[in-house]
Structure formats: C-alpha cells, structure tokens
C-alpha cells in the first residue's frame, strides 16, 4: 500500500473497519448520517446494533428519535416495528438497543454478538468504558459457517462519534492524540501479514459540508470575528482554548491555525 496524499474529500466507504471514528460534526450531522447509514444496514441483513453512550437515564437521551427520524426520511416506517425502548426491522430482523455504558458496562459482557457498538457524545465516555468495551463487542471465529459477525461478515465494529470538548477526554487522548497506538489505519494479517484497513478516523466539519448554508457562513464569520479561541473550538473542532480563565499562549494558537490540528 503507497500513500499518495489526500486528494478532495469526497466522503467515505463503510466497508468492514473495526473502528470507526468521526470527530467534530459541526454543521455536518454526523449523528444523523451515522443514524441513517445503520437503517440503510439493518434493512439489508440480520444486525445487533447496540446505542451506548456514556450515562443512559431515559430514551430522550439516546440516539432513539433521529433513528426513527431516519426511518421515516427513508419512507420505511412500514418495516420497522417501534416499541418505546427497541426499534427492529421486520423484514430481517435486526434489532437496536439502547444503554448507558457507565453502570451497565459488566451487564453488556453478557450481550451475544453484537455486530455494531455505535458510541455517541463519546468525549464524555471514561477510561474504564473504553478499556472494557472492545473485548466486551465479541465476534465469531472466522471459521463459524454464520460468517464472523459485523455489518460486512468481516467481525465487529465500533462506530465512534464525538465533538470535541478538552485534550484530557479519554476519546481524544486515545483516537487523536494517540491515535497510532489506538487506532492506526492498517495492521497486518496474522497469518498472511498483508496489510488490512483496522480503523477510519475523520474529523468532519463545516468546511467538508458542500452544501454549508450562507447565513451560517455570516454567523461563523462573526463568531470567528469576535472570539477566536471560541470560533477555534465551535466551527474549527479543536479543543477548548480557556480553562477556568487560564488561556493558553498565542503561539500556540497561532500553531493551530497554521497547522490546523
């Protein structure tokens, strides 16, 4: 595999990555576009997808309704049965389910294949979620007739999402900041040591929507116009700048705007 570059962004193919990342998701509705590629998945084959987010106190605080916003954009209310807590596809069964990972983390080891973890506001999520909730998303062996499990037969996937808050969350320090070590793009095969894609990692904002209305541009323009460290961390999707009044140094945010980290 050579790299050569990244050419215009163009979106991106969800074809079988173990994990899988979008940062930021200003004025690009990440949340929605994940919600709508899962009804997209759940219409074509049998899936176990979970909906965890860090603390889950009532269904108003899952990703519930912009699941059924996609099923109804989609025209497929019809083939889905919608109960208060579950929502599952009539025609092939596949089933969501909804759960906070702070309490519940212990109860999920005991969830049968799930093929699809889907975490949202996950820069709330703690260390300790985190380090569980791999091995606790189990898979099949690739020799199993039923395929491996996951959305393409490939294994289980975490899908990820998140805006981000501070360098300390525990989702930045390990998929950004650390991402090499967390979440690199290839590993190798263990028995062939070919490369194979592990994980997709892409931070999304209002620069990568086509189609960025003009009365948000004015509204980012004075946003940015006003405060830079705010325009920085709300449309730029870089970590809070001010800490209980402590602001970092100009050159450091000189880095980021010439850098764009």
Same mark, same amino acid.
């Given at each position: 595999?050579?790299? +050569?570059?990244?050419?215009?962004?163009?979106?991106?193919?969800?074809? /079988?990555?173990?994990?899988?990342?979008?940062? #930021?998701?200003?004025?690009?509705?990440?949340?929605?576009?994940?919600?709508? $590629?899962? +009804?997209?998945?759940?219409?074509? @084959?049998?899936?176990?997808?979970?909906?965890?987010?860090?603390?889950?106190?009532?269904? $108003?605080?899952?990703?519930?309704?912009? &699941?059924?916003?996609?099923?109804?954009?989609? /025209?497929? @209310?019809?083939?889905f049965?919608?109960?208060?807590?579950?929502?599952?596809?009539? @025609?092939?069964?596949?089933?969501? %389910?909804f %759960?906070?990972?702070?309490?519940n983390?212990?109860?999920?080891?005991?969830?049968?294949?799930?093929?699809?973890?889907?975490?949202?506001?996950?820069r709330?999520?703690?260390?300790?979620?985190?380090d569980?909730?791999?091995?606790? +998303?189990?898979?099949?062996?690739?020799?199993?007739?039923?395929?491996?499990?996951?959305?393409?037969?490939?294994?289980?996937? +975490?899908?990820?999402?998140?805006?981000?808050?501070?360098?300390? #969350?525990?989702?930045? =320090?390990?998929?950004?900041?650390? =991402?090499?070590?967390?979440a690199? #793009?290839?590993?190798?095969?263990?028995?062939?040591?070919?490369?194979?894609?592990?994980?997709?990692?892409?931070?999304?904002?209002?620069?990568?929507?086509?189609?960025?209305?003009?009365?948000?541009?004015?509204? %980012?323009l004075?946003?940015? =116009? $006003?405060?830079?460290? #705010?325009?920085?961390?709300?449309?730029?999707?870089h970590?809070?700048?001010? &800490?209980? /009044?402590?602001?970092?140094?100009k050159?450091?945010?000189?880095? &980021?705007?010439?850098?764009?980290?």
């Amino acid at each position: 595999i050579e790299n +050569i570059g990244e050419g215009e962004y163009a979106g991106f193919v969800l074809d /079988g990555d173990h994990l899988f990342l979008l940062e #930021d998701g200003t004025v690009t509705h990440n949340t929605e576009g994940i919600a709508r $590629a899962l +009804i997209i998945l759940a219409v074509q @084959r049998k899936l176990r997808i979970a909906c965890f987010r860090e603390f889950h106190k009532s269904m $108003a605080q899952s990703v519930y309704q912009t &699941l059924v916003n996609a099923i109804d954009e989609y /025209g497929l @209310r019809d083939q889905f049965e919608i109960l208060e807590k579950s929502i599952t596809c009539i @025609r092939t069964g596949s089933e969501f %389910m909804f %759960m906070g990972l702070r309490y519940n983390i212990d109860s999920i080891k005991s969830l049968a294949r799930i093929d699809i973890a889907w975490v949202e506001e996950a820069r709330n999520v703690s260390k300790t979620s985190l380090d569980k909730l791999g091995p606790t +998303i189990r898979g099949r062996h690739e020799n199993d007739p039923a395929g491996m499990g996951g959305p393409f037969g490939l294994g289980p996937e +975490i899908w990820i999402s998140f805006n981000p808050e501070l360098d300390t #969350d525990e989702v930045y =320090k390990r998929f950004i900041l650390k =991402k090499d070590l967390y979440a690199p #793009d290839f590993l190798p095969n263990e028995k062939t040591g070919e490369l194979e894609r592990y994980a997709f990692v892409k931070k999304i904002n209002w620069a990568h929507n086509k189609w960025f209305p003009t009365e948000q541009r004015r509204d %980012m323009l004075l946003a940015k =116009k $006003a405060d830079e460290s #705010d325009w920085l961390h709300v449309w730029e999707g870089h970590t809070k700048q001010t &800490l209980d /009044g402590a602001i970092y140094a100009k050159e450091i945010k000189k880095v &980021l705007l010439e850098g764009r980290r």
